[in-house]
């Protein structure tokens, strides 16, 4: 009777001891990640959640290199056991090209030449337009304008029927 009650209190440690192991808790993991995150410049803003292990990364980085530092941060942490990658690539700003006024009268003056009766102006790079023109072809107009690559346009004395 001692033998079987030995076996079974045998066994039952067997069973439950490794169960008394810590487990890791997805605060101490989240917090692990976020700081490890927070050491790379470039993932500013990155935002961290841990379910279950399951690392969840979210926010907005420049490039694909980010992308792919922040996944490989949060994988090397103890304590996760997969991460869902939800990170974007913010879109590059567009370009900024400002042509010179020299450039903009040679290619306004083309523009309007089949316009008589607007008269134009180029003011910080601005086209100032003032004048009457008929709505048809205004947008003939407006795209020529557009291909001009001002710093924008000033309408107001102009008089679109």
Known sequence: MKKLLAITAFICLAFYLPACKSKVKDADVKA??????????????????????????????????ARA?????????????????????AAPPPPVVNAD????????????????TVKSSIVDGKIVLT???????????????????SKGYDLTGLKIK
């Open 32 to 65: 692990s990640v976020e700081t490890a995150l927070a050491a790379n410049p470039d993932l500013n803003g990155v935002v961290a959640d841990v379910k279950d292990g399951v690392a969840t990364i979210t926010g907005e980085v420049r490039t694909d290199a």
């Open 69 to 89: 530092a922040a996944e490989t941060a949060a994988k090397g942490i103890k304590g996760v056991k997969s991460v869902v990658n939800n990170l974007t690539v």
């Open 101 to 116: 006024d020299e450039t903009l009268t040679r290619g306004l003056a083309d523009a309007l030449k089949d316009n008589p």
């Open 131 to 149: 004048g009457e023109i008929v709505k048809a072809k205004w947008v003939a107009l407006k795209q020529m304008l557009d291909k001009l690559k």
